[in-house]
């Protein structure tokens, strides 16, 4: 942490939430967490192991209801993936969805990223990071909180490959000025559409989420960024 405001509480990826969800999400829980779902406890993940084959393992962290992410593994099923959220209904809903499109190559933590990154990523371990619509904590107060922070930056390269990706995607352009002076500081990773450019889309998000949906609606621009590590 690099001052006394950040000392006070530790940067989470998003707000820790419950809710039991729908009948349908909550048999989801029960029935296919099994297969799909990783835990804390299990220590530094083997990924061969974890997904029963080598492939390259993408990480998407909060990824609300899982719309992108469920179609991201469904139109990629020669990569990895693993989601990380703490909002109950919405991991019920991606269960769901990898029980209904039959996937093999996802699989989810219900706890915060930081506590994955720390306990549970390998360090050189992933090809790719993403992470779209993160929490804008728009009070100014409350910029600290954001999660694309430099140290968060430093530890996603640590658990990256050489050359793998981070995708960042925002509607808010406060979040999107902060996020490329993150990236535009960092001596890790090189902005792969030019110093202070912002990107196209991400080809990891195959699909308009409701929160895209919501942007658009109200008239906000998607901002993207995509990196590669040095």
Same mark, same amino acid.
């Given at each position: 942490m690099t001052s006394s405001t950040q000392q006070n509480f530790r940067i989470r990826s998003f707000v820790i939430r419950g809710g039991r969800g729908t009948p349908a999400q909550v048999r989801a829980m029960r029935d296919v967490w099994? =297969?799909?779902?990783?835990?804390?406890? !299990? !220590? #530094?993940?083997?990924?061969?192991a974890v997904f029963g084959r080598e492939a390259p393992v993408f990480l998407e962290i909060g990824f609300g209801t899982g719309q992108s992410l /469920? =179609? =991201? =593994?469904? &139109?990629?099923?020669?990569?990895?993936?693993i989601g990380v959220e703490t909002h109950r209904p919405g991991v019920g809903a991606l269960l769901m969805g990898i029980e209904q499109l039959g996937l093999t190559n996802l699989r989810v933590f219900r706890v915060d990223v930081i506590d994955?990154?720390?306990?549970?990523?390998?360090?050189?371990s992933l090809a790719g990071v993403q992470i779209f619509f993160p929490d804008p904590w728009q009070k100014r107060r +409350?910029?600290? $909180?954001?999660?694309?922070?430099p140290e968060f930056l430093h530890k996603l390269a640590v658990? /990256? &490959? &050489?050359? !793998?990706?981070? +995708?960042?995607?925002?509607?808010?352009?406060?979040?999107?000025?902060?996020? #490329?002076?993150?990236?535009?500081?960092s001596t890790e990773f090189k902005n792969t559409a030019g110093e202070n450019q912002f990107g196209s889309r991400s080809p990891y998000r195959p699909v308009i989420?409701?929160?895209? &949906? $919501?942007?658009i609606r109200e008239g906000r621009s998607v901002r993207e960024l995509q990196l590669v590590k040095k």
């Open positions: 099994p =297969a799909a779902g990783l835990e804390l406890g !299990g !220590g #530094m993940l083997d990924m061969p /469920l =179609a =991201a =593994a469904a &139109q990629n099923p020669d990569k990895n993936f994955v990154l720390d306990k549970c990523i390998p360090d050189n +409350h910029f600290p $909180r954001r999660l694309v922070q658990k /990256l &490959q &050489q050359r !793998g990706s981070i +995708h960042l995607a925002t509607d808010w352009e406060d979040y999107a000025v902060h996020m #490329m002076q993150v990236v535009s500081a989420s409701k929160f895209e &949906q $919501r942007a």
